[in-house]
């Protein structure tokens, strides 16, 4: 039944994303071409317009994803179509799982989608040791190997794109429990919770940071490899934290019943 | 055992009670009209009993079972609202069904299209919103469910198909199922009734054989109906 439901949640957020993915990806076709071409003035003026115009789908890849999700969730499981989601045979964990799970193959999908234009628009070889240059200068100077740094990069920027899917959720949840304002009250506890736990990362980092005899490196420019990476591991163990903690809310609070419209 | 069993369900909506106490058990094989003004909490009952809300108090026992996967295995609902996906065409919402009800019946469901002139290739967003509803009353009655529950089934249909719908919902249930239908439209309904149940401001205040209804007050559902809840 979960694959059934993430079928269909897939299905229906991708009928959209999938025209900024092709958008993007052609763009990015054209803005290279143009670019080989730079030397002819024309070309140079086509690939700006271009190269703009690219940059704004690139955006919009990102940021509608994260409406798509939110609509998704929001308009499954409070709006009409609610009607047939929860009288389908499938348990309350079951729905909230499938949601989960095909918001973050769309994130993933999307981020693919972003690095793959870029990929087009600028890949050549000066580029790539321009960027492996600043990658190694950038974890040699905190002892770090380019692997290691990239997957703290990566493994912290994910978790924290698990812990605002979780914490929106659990915010549409709570709002959809009012009677009235669903959507405002839905807004209001997202950015309760964004704000929240942005106050209680940064105590933590600091409470840590102060164990560690390293707080006030924290607040200065230079920062030794120690420091960051006590910064990544606690950002990944928090967010971890806040992704978990929000998906069991969710879950509870979801299995307490719903209030459809 | 009954099919359907509410014992003292109440539920609120901020300071408005909108249903007190309801207790009502519905037998096999039977039909059961809850009929009541606009407002008078009938859609809300019925969206206790496919968990769509929470009950404040009370039980909801459904073939035995708790409001919960089970139950909505054994109940076909066909709510007020058109909950069918715009872009979807009607062949997509027929596999949808398939996927996810073991007891949807596709070719039951695509013979009845076609009596009802529903093209199966057709969008939903091409369709009117009685087209919309006749779509979702196929798919409600193509499942051999052990409860029907149908909120409105008439409501946005034209008067001359109400007749046509009704037989299409007789003849498509099993003697062995139970069907519940909500409504206000009492004068097109009642002769397929076995009971009747008036709900007026979230409080039941009649449950009784269609026929003994009638042949005590010498007159239709419809006209005791009017009579008690002053229309």
Redesign the interface.
Same mark, same amino acid.
């Given at each position: 039944?979960l694959n059934?439901l993430m079928k !269909?949640d897939l299905k229906?957020m991708y009928?959209v994303l999938v025209v900024f993915y092709c958008l993007s990806l052609i763009l990015a076709i054209i803005c290279r071409v143009f670019n080989e071409l730079g030397n002819i003035f024309a070309f140079r003026v086509l690939y700006i317009i271009f190269s703009s115009i690219e940059y704004a789908i690139i955006a919009n890849v990102i940021v509608h994803a994260f409406v798509r999700i939110i609509l998704r969730f929001n308009n499954n499981f409070y709006k009409?179509?609610? !009607? $047939?989601t929860?009288? $389908?045979?499938?348990?309350k964990q079951k729905l909230l799982l499938s949601k989960y799970l095909s918001s973050l193959i769309v994130i993933f999908s999307s981020v693919v989608i972003v690095f793959l234009s870029f990929f087009i628009m600028f890949y050549d070889a000066q580029t790539i040791e321009a960027i492996s240059n600043f990658l190694t200068a950038l974890s040699g100077q905190f002892n770090f190997s380019v692997a290691g740094f990239i997957s703290l990069v990566v493994v912290s920027l994910f978790v924290q794109i698990c812990s605002i899917i979780s914490m929106t959720f659990y915010a549409i949840v709570l709002g959809n429990r009012a009677?009235e304002k669903r959507a405002l009250k839905s807004l209001l506890w997202i950015a309760l919770f964004y704000i929240i736990s942005i106050v209680f990362s940064l105590l933590c980092i600091f409470a840590v940071s102060a164990m560690f005899n390293v707080a006030n490196e924290i607040f200065s420019n230079v920062v030794s490899g120690k420091t960051l990476l006590i910064v990544f591991v606690l950002a990944i163990i928090l967010y971890s934290t806040y992704s978990i903690f929000f998906y069991f809310l969710s879950n509870r609070a979801f299995n307490?019943?719903?209030?459809?419209d | 055992m009954s099919l359907l069993e509410i014992e003292n369900v109440s539920k609120s %909506?901020?300071n408005k009670k909108v249903l007190n106490k309801v207790s009502l058990k519905l037998e096999k094989g039977m039909i059961m009209g809850l009929l009541g003004k606009n407002g008078s909490g009938k859609t809300t009952l019925l969206?206790l009993i @496919?968990? &769509? /809300?929470?009950p404040d108090e009370g039980k909801i026992l459904v073939n035995g079972n708790e409001v919960?996967? /089970?139950s909505?295995?054994d109940?076909s %609902?066909l709510?007020e609202?058109? #909950? &069918?996906?715009p @872009?979807m065409r009607v062949e997509e919402v027929l596999n %949808?069904f398939k996927?996810? #009800?073991e007891d949807f019946d596709i070719e039951k469901a695509r013979k009845l299209l076609e009596k009802l002139d529903l093209d199966e290739k057709a969008r939903l967003s091409k369709m009117s919103k009685g087209m919309k509803e006749k779509v979702q009353l196929v798919l409600v009655m193509s499942r051999k469910a052990k409860l029907y529950i149908l909120d409105e089934p008439l409501g946005g249909v034209d008067p001359s198909t109400r007749d046509y719908i009704l037989k299409t919902i007789i003849s498509n249930f099993s003697e062995d199922s139970s069907l519940l239908i909500s409504t206000h439209l009492i004068s097109d309904v009642e002769k397929i009734l076995d009971q009747v149940v008036f709900i007026d401001q979230g409080q039941i205040v009649l449950h009784e054989k269609a026929d003994e209804l009638r042949d005590k007050n010498n007159c239709s559902v419809d006209e005791v109906f009017r009579r008690m809840l002053k229309c």
């Amino acid at each position: 039944m979960l694959n059934k439901l993430m079928k !269909y949640d897939l299905k229906k957020m991708y009928k959209v994303l999938v025209v900024f993915y092709c958008l993007s990806l052609i763009l990015a076709i054209i803005c290279r071409v143009f670019n080989e071409l730079g030397n002819i003035f024309a070309f140079r003026v086509l690939y700006i317009i271009f190269s703009s115009i690219e940059y704004a789908i690139i955006a919009n890849v990102i940021v509608h994803a994260f409406v798509r999700i939110i609509l998704r969730f929001n308009n499954n499981f409070y709006k009409d179509e609610s !009607y $047939l989601t929860h009288t $389908l045979p499938v348990s309350k964990q079951k729905l909230l799982l499938s949601k989960y799970l095909s918001s973050l193959i769309v994130i993933f999908s999307s981020v693919v989608i972003v690095f793959l234009s870029f990929f087009i628009m600028f890949y050549d070889a000066q580029t790539i040791e321009a960027i492996s240059n600043f990658l190694t200068a950038l974890s040699g100077q905190f002892n770090f190997s380019v692997a290691g740094f990239i997957s703290l990069v990566v493994v912290s920027l994910f978790v924290q794109i698990c812990s605002i899917i979780s914490m929106t959720f659990y915010a549409i949840v709570l709002g959809n429990r009012a009677n009235e304002k669903r959507a405002l009250k839905s807004l209001l506890w997202i950015a309760l919770f964004y704000i929240i736990s942005i106050v209680f990362s940064l105590l933590c980092i600091f409470a840590v940071s102060a164990m560690f005899n390293v707080a006030n490196e924290i607040f200065s420019n230079v920062v030794s490899g120690k420091t960051l990476l006590i910064v990544f591991v606690l950002a990944i163990i928090l967010y971890s934290t806040y992704s978990i903690f929000f998906y069991f809310l969710s879950n509870r609070a979801f299995n307490n019943g719903v209030n459809v419209d | 055992m009954s099919l359907l069993e509410i014992e003292n369900v109440s539920k609120s %909506f901020g300071n408005k009670k909108v249903l007190n106490k309801v207790s009502l058990k519905l037998e096999k094989g039977m039909i059961m009209g809850l009929l009541g003004k606009n407002g008078s909490g009938k859609t809300t009952l019925l969206k206790l009993i @496919n968990d &769509l /809300l929470t009950p404040d108090e009370g039980k909801i026992l459904v073939n035995g079972n708790e409001v919960g996967v /089970l139950s909505k295995k054994d109940i076909s %609902f066909l709510p007020e609202r058109t #909950y &069918l996906e715009p @872009n979807m065409r009607v062949e997509e919402v027929l596999n %949808f069904f398939k996927e996810f #009800y073991e007891d949807f019946d596709i070719e039951k469901a695509r013979k009845l299209l076609e009596k009802l002139d529903l093209d199966e290739k057709a969008r939903l967003s091409k369709m009117s919103k009685g087209m919309k509803e006749k779509v979702q009353l196929v798919l409600v009655m193509s499942r051999k469910a052990k409860l029907y529950i149908l909120d409105e089934p008439l409501g946005g249909v034209d008067p001359s198909t109400r007749d046509y719908i009704l037989k299409t919902i007789i003849s498509n249930f099993s003697e062995d199922s139970s069907l519940l239908i909500s409504t206000h439209l009492i004068s097109d309904v009642e002769k397929i009734l076995d009971q009747v149940v008036f709900i007026d401001q979230g409080q039941i205040v009649l449950h009784e054989k269609a026929d003994e209804l009638r042949d005590k007050n010498n007159c239709s559902v419809d006209e005791v109906f009017r009579r008690m809840l002053k229309c």
